[in-house]
Structure formats: structure tokens, C-alpha cells
């Protein structure tokens, strides 16, 4: 199917109001997509959306009202460690696009570098360091493939998001977000690098997301939900059951901003 077949599809299972936030849930907030009054939609019937690769992630889009905006959220994503293609989030991000979405709202699970921000925190992303040196727009043939990346992380969106985290008594740190290919988790000589770059927190996901959506013109904001202290920063054993164990105590945090923030939206 192309983007417009998808389009035709979802809308013929959850109704033709347009979509206005699109949203990316990572690993264990999968959840959050419960809470949407609306149509789940199983990524296995639609085709071009990523398979369930990864688990904590919940494949479903699910299209409906949440805090009285029109979202659409995709429950899991596809990583590029699962098969090296760092575009494999383009096909849906563009059906949110053509379902009418002005803003994407990304989370994810991230390591922290910073002996302030513990397990449990929650980070706004205002900046990335793409560490893994890949791009999702290698091979578009069009000049829209040069795409600034000055103001990646909307300012008004991160202004709303602490706003949000201030009136529901939640510290929300800011900081900046790099991405490692994975799958591996890091070691403590690479965070310490990642660290003197600049890095707050780091993670495998999220970077090509946002440069998907600046290339489609959706203003974006990103969380993190720290799972976990990065390599050599504290004696925790990391593995991807800790990210799933560990990601329910910052998502419940997550989840409080996220829905004041889309109030503040109206």
C-alpha cells in the first residue's frame, strides 16, 4: 500500500477527524496508548509499519482523543539495529502526516550521564548528537534532504512540556540526547567520549525520527525516561530487562507532563 491506500485504511476503521499530534512511545510506555479513547489498529494490517521486533513495545496504532486533542500514536518503533535501515520509520511517519498531524511527540528509554538525573528522571530533549553517523535521508533524491537541524527540538513545545511538569510537581531536566546505533549497550570508554561531546543521556532510537519529521515539516519534542545509569557511571547491570523493568518508574512521571502539556495545547 502507498501512503494514501494506509491513509484511506485507517480512516476507515477510526473516522475521518484529522489527526493534530502524532506520538512515538519507547520501550515499556507502551501503555500510554491505552489511554487513548479510540481505534487500535495492529501494525500487521498495515503494511510498510514495523513489525513487533522488540519487546516491551506495543504494536499498535491507535488513533482516537486523548486530553481532547486528536492524536495518533504509535505504540512501538522499529530500531535500526533491528535490520540496518535507519528509514524504517519513514512509511509511518508519513501516514501521520497525511492524517493531518502538525506536531510529533517522540519518548523513549535513554541511559543518563549525569549523576543529577538517576533512574526514574524524565529528560526533554533540546538537542541530539547523532553519534552512529547515519541518516535516515541518505538516498532521497530531492533537495529537501538538506534539512536544518538548528531548532530540531521545538521551543514552544519544550516550553509547554516544563510548563507541564511544573504544575503537576515533576522535575523535568533538559538535556541533550545521543543516539548509538546498538544493539550492544555502550561501554564505559564510549560514554565517557559521548560525554565529553556534550551528551546528557544516551539511547538507540529517537534521532531518526526527528530528522524524518523536520524533513516532513512536523514541529517535534522528545522525552526520555532514564532506565538506568550509562556504562561505567554506577554498578547497575544493564540489559534490556532492566530498560523494561526499570522504564514504569519514570513513565508514570512521563505521562503526567505529557497529558498537561496537551491541555495546554487547547
Same mark, same amino acid.
Given at each position: 500500500?502507498?501512503?494514501?491506500?494506509?491513509?484511506?485504511?485507517?480512516?476507515?476503521?477510526?473516522?475521518?477527524?484529522?489527526?493534530?499530534?502524532?506520538?512515538?512511545?519507547?520501550?515499556?510506555?507502551?501503555?500510554?496508548?491505552?489511554?487513548?479513547?479510540?481505534?487500535?489498529? /495492529?501494525?500487521?494490517?498495515?503494511?510498510?509499519?514495523?513489525?513487533?521486533?522488540?519487546?516491551?513495545?506495543?504494536?499498535?496504532?491507535?488513533?482516537?482523543?486523548?486530553?481532547?486533542?486528536? $492524536?495518533?500514536?504509535?505504540?512501538?518503533? *522499529?530500531?535500526?539495529?533491528?535490520?540496518?535501515?535507519?528509514?524504517?520509520?519513514?512509511?509511518?511517519?508519513?501516514? +501521520?502526516?497525511?492524517?493531518?498531524?502538525?506536531?510529533?511527540?517522540?519518548?523513549?528509554?535513554?541511559?543518563?550521564?549525569?549523576?543529577?538525573?538517576?533512574?526514574?528522571?524524565?529528560?526533554? +530533549?533540546?538537542?541530539? =548528537?547523532?553519534?552512529?553517523?547515519?541518516?535516515?535521508? =541518505?538516498?532521497?533524491?530531492?533537495?529537501?534532504?538538506?534539512?536544518?537541524?538548528?531548532?530540531?527540538?521545538?521551543?514552544?513545545?519544550?516550553?509547554? +512540556?516544563?510548563?507541564?511538569?511544573?504544575?503537576?510537581?515533576?522535575?523535568?531536566?533538559?538535556?541533550?540526547?545521543?543516539?548509538? /546505533?546498538?544493539?550492544?549497550?555502550?561501554?564505559?570508554?564510549?560514554?565517557?567520549?559521548?560525554?565529553? +561531546?556534550?551528551?546528557?543521556? $544516551?539511547?538507540?532510537?529517537?534521532?531518526?525520527?526527528?530528522?524524518?519529521?523536520?524533513?516532513?515539516?512536523?514541529?517535534?519534542?522528545? =522525552?526520555?525516561?532514564?532506565?538506568?545509569? *550509562? *556504562?561505567?557511571?554506577?554498578?547497575?547491570?544493564?540489559?534490556?530487562?532492566?530498560?523494561?523493568?526499570?522504564?514504569? =518508574?519514570?513513565?508514570?512521571?512521563?505521562?503526567?507532563?505529557?497529558?498537561?502539556?496537551?491541555?495546554?495545547?487547547?
Amino acid at each position: 500500500m502507498d501512503v494514501h491506500e494506509l491513509v484511506a485504511t485507517i480512516r476507515g476503521r477510526a473516522g475521518d477527524a484529522p489527526v493534530r499530534i502524532g506520538m512515538i512511545l519507547g520501550s515499556g510506555l507502551g501503555h500510554l496508548a491505552d489511554a487513548v479513547d479510540g481505534t487500535a489498529i /495492529s501494525y500487521a494490517d498495515l503494511p510498510g509499519f514495523p513489525h513487533a521486533g522488540v519487546s516491551g513495545h506495543n504494536p499498535n496504532l491507535v488513533v482516537g482523543t486523548l486530553e481532547g486533542q486528536q $492524536v495518533a500514536v504509535l505504540g512501538g518503533r *522499529a530500531h535500526y539495529y533491528e535490520k540496518g535501515d535507519p528509514t524504517a520509520m519513514r512509511r509511518p511517519l508519513e501516514v +501521520l502526516k497525511a492524517l493531518g498531524a502538525e506536531i510529533l511527540i517522540v519518548t523513549n528509554a535513554a541511559g543518563s550521564m549525569r549523576p543529577d538525573m538517576p533512574t526514574g528522571s524524565i529528560m526533554c +530533549l533540546n538537542d541530539h =548528537i547523532n553519534f552512529s553517523g547515519l541518516n535516515p535521508l =541518505i538516498g532521497e533524491p530531492t533537495d529537501n534532504r538538506f534539512v536544518p537541524m538548528t531548532e530540531a527540538y521545538d521551543a514552544d513545545l519544550r516550553r509547554r +512540556l516544563h510548563a507541564a511538569a511544573q504544575a503537576a510537581d515533576e522535575t523535568l531536566h533538559d538535556g541533550v540526547y545521543a543516539w548509538y /546505533s546498538g544493539p550492544s549497550f555502550e561501554t564505559p570508554a564510549e560514554i565517557r567520549a559521548i560525554r565529553m +561531546l556534550g551528551a546528557d543521556a $544516551v539511547g538507540m532510537s529517537t534521532v531518526p525520527e526527528v530528522i524524518l519529521a523536520r524533513f516532513l515539516g512536523l514541529r517535534t519534542a522528545a =522525552i526520555s525516561t532514564i532506565t538506568n545509569m *550509562a *556504562a561505567g557511571m554506577s554498578d547497575e547491570a544493564i540489559s534490556h530487562e532492566h530498560t523494561k523493568a526499570m522504564a514504569p =518508574i519514570g513513565a508514570a512521571r512521563l505521562e503526567k507532563v505529557l497529558r498537561g502539556a496537551l491541555r495546554d495545547l487547547d
